[in-house]
């Protein structure tokens, strides 16, 4: 079974119907003077509508609680070679 962790979490997601679960990070004035970054837990409905936000401010918090989550949804890793009619250039 495939799980998002420190090494892969930012080309990797999970994926159930129109949803995605995933990872990003940013931060605030507070913490960028830190240089400390904040993880997000969120998930998407069709790419663009945020439907759930969560803040950590570990990596590993966030990875464990998305695996907990959402770690029965579909795991996709971006980096891997699509295949298939839908990924012609042409389209």
Not at 2 to 12: C, E, G, R
Not at 13 to 24: E, H, P, Q, S, W
Not at 47 to 67: G, P, R, V, W
Request: with cysteine; hydrophobic share 30%; glycine share 6%.
């Amino acid at each position: 079974m495939h799980s998002i962790n420190a090494k892969n979490w930012t080309y990797t997601r999970y994926n159930k119907g129109d949803f995605m679960a995933l990872i990003t990070f940013g931060g605030d004035p507070e913490t960028m003077e830190q240089d400390t970054l904040e993880y997000y837990v969120t998930v998407l409905e069709h790419e663009i509508h945020e439907t759930y936000q969560q803040k950590f401010t570990s990596l590993s918090d966030a990875c464990m609680f998305l695996n907990a989550n959402y770690g029965d949804w579909t795991f996709e890793d971006q980096t891997a070679a699509k295949t298939g009619c839908s990924t012609c250039a042409a389209h």
